[in-house]
């Protein structure tokens, strides 16, 4: 949801911009989302998209990594438990490499406020770190940056901003369990489910569980 808002936010702000987009298929339990990133990248006019594997089940310690863990319901406080330990400064790395071979230095990805609580690596000051580090570490003097531009947003916010853009919500993938119908019950869908109940709009995917709001 995060990441298509700011995609189709990029293509109304920067219209005449390349946008080369990449996924990882970091053998996360909802892989399914690599296939609806291919879709809503097309569909946004991508110059090009590549997925990336990075094998984070050998790590494992995540349900979102780990299928013999079961992924927590909102209702038990225990997001922490999900995190994917360095996962976003893996990604971004990745994508900087992407970007060092095509001549792309400009990073965008969507952190959000909700996120900074549970996901330590969605904090503003991480991605300062991270930009001076990829700046350090790049084959030769290359000045790259990472663009955040919903890091203050909440989950509320990047719904209304989307459906302002006109974003097909209902082409994207947001559940942790990495089913169709989503499950309704985890963080991820709790959180999105109370973006649209916030705004007082209806979210256009189908829910095992779609608790009251």
Do not use: W
């Not at 298509?4 to 987009?21: A, D, K, N």
């Not at 209902?170 to 973006?195: I, K, Q």
């Amino acid at each position: 949801m995060d990441s298509t808002t700011l995609l189709y936010h990029l293509r109304q702000t920067i219209p005449e911009t390349p946008l080369h987009t990449v996924s990882i298929d970091y053998a996360q339990r909802h892989r399914i989302e690599l296939n609806f990133a291919a879709r809503l990248s097309q569909l946004a006019g991508a110059s090009s998209h590549r997925v990336l594997p990075l094998d984070l089940k050998q790590i494992g310690g995540s349900p979102l990594t780990d299928p013999d863990l079961d992924v927590p319901a909102a209702s038990e406080q225990a997001q922490v438990t999900t995190v994917v330990p360095f996962r976003n400064m893996l990604l971004v790395t990745l994508a900087a490499a992407c970007g060092e071979r095509l001549g792309a230095f400009d990073i965008y990805l969507s952190p959000v406020r909700d996120d900074h609580e549970a996901y330590r690596d969605c904090r503003r000051e991480f991605y300062d770190s991270l930009e001076e580090s990829l700046r350090l570490g790049a084959t030769r003097d290359t000045p790259f940056t990472i663009h955040t531009p919903l890091v203050d947003y909440s989950k509320a916010d990047v719904v209304a901003l989307g459906m302002k853009l006109g974003v097909p919500y209902e082409l994207t993938h947001t559940c942790y369990a990495g089913t169709r119908p989503a499950c309704g019950v985890c963080d991820a869908c709790s959180e999105r489910l109370n973006a649209f109940g916030e705004l007082h709009a209806t979210d256009p995917l189908d829910y095992e569980q779609r608790p009251a709001l």
